[in-house]
């Protein structure tokens, strides 16, 4: 069976619209990604760094319940994970508030167990990283991850990355766009949202976009356009898949993450790039009519999807 690790950050999440009674949770783009990979059956193990206090406690068990393997998590005495509070605007739309300076994801690769994880990751089939995996990180780290990556690629693995860009992450637009541009030489599979490489690397439509990351040495692309669907490109091939539009979305958390996750279980099971992309576009169509970054289990797809 394929296997997957995911490598980011998990904060604990505070949604509603009402501050007196918010929702406690937790979420991370690649963690979100994580769990859903795990619950279309692929196995999938996140990679990060939580503290030992009861909340970074209670994240294990919770990840453990959705079946996504924690070996690799570091926990690191007397720290505590990062949080983030959402809102909603009336369309969903989402606005993030973050409290995560001293989280110890950042820290993931400076921690002693951090020689045994990036060796590790050559035992994968998949790496899947975001570019708020990235903004997390220090140059030094950085180049500790890429060199770990090539060896994932090395022994026969792939790497996957999706761009999500989010301004706050990082000092300024061009060290986003420089730091990004350097991990794409490491990258087999690319899954950005348009929205994020217009604003990073100014592409002008998704075409543009395709063209800049095949040129980067990315073999495997698949460019989401929100409502319109998405952009695969592959092996000389494009085609638009559309998507069904869904009245009225309550939530657009993970939109973009289930999405990957659908898109990439069926890539593991060998559905063609097409295929993978409908399979992505009927579950991320499902999260977002859920408040939240994990939905229900009991509202997800079904088997035929």
């Not at 002693?112 to 708020?132: C, F, K, M, N, Q």
């Not at 996957?160 to 000092?171: E, L, S």
């Not at 599979?189 to 980067?216: K, Q």
């Amino acid at each position: 069976m394929p296997r997957v690790a995911c490598i980011g950050e998990c904060m604990m999440e505070l949604s509603g619209a009402d501050q007196r009674a918010m929702t406690l949770s937790y979420g991370g783009d690649t963690l979100n990604t994580a769990v859903y990979l795990a619950r279309l059956g692929v196995e999938t193990d996140y990679v990060t760094a939580l503290g030992d206090d009861p909340y970074s406690d209670w994240m294990i068990e919770q990840w453990r319940s959705e079946g996504v393997g924690t070996d690799l998590v570091v926990r690191a005495a007397g720290r505590v994970p990062g949080l983030y509070a959402i809102r909603n605007d009336a369309g969903g739309e989402r606005q993030f508030f973050y409290w995560r300076d001293q989280a110890p994801a950042r820290d993931l690769f400076a921690f002693p167990e951090s020689g045994e994880i990036a060796a590790r990751l050559a035992g994968y089939d998949l790496v899947y990283l975001s570019g708020i995996s990235l903004s997390l990180y220090s140059a030094a780290h950085c180049e500790t991850l890429c060199a770990a990556l090539d060896k994932v690629r090395a022994a026969g693995g792939k790497v996957v990355f999706d761009t999500n860009y989010r301004p706050r992450g990082w000092p300024d637009v061009a060290t986003a766009r420089r730091v990004m541009a350097e991990l794409l030489a490491h990258v087999d599979i690319a899954a950005p949202t348009l929205g994020d490489d217009v604003e990073v690397f100014g592409d002008a439509d998704a075409d543009a976009c395709a063209d800049r990351l095949h040129a980067a040495g990315v073999t495997e692309v698949v460019v989401k356009l929100d409502a319109e669907g998405c952009l695969v490109s592959s092996g000389g091939v494009r085609d638009h898949v559309a998507t069904v539009p869904r009245a009225d979305p309550v939530d657009t958390s993970a939109a973009g993450d289930s999405f990957n996750a659908g898109y990439l279980a069926a890539r593991l099971a060998g559905a063609p790039p097409v295929v993978a992309a409908q399979q992505g576009h009927r579950l991320a169509g499902e999260v977002i009519m859920h408040r939240g970054a994990i939905i229900p289990r009991d509202a997800m797809p079904g088997e035929e999807h």
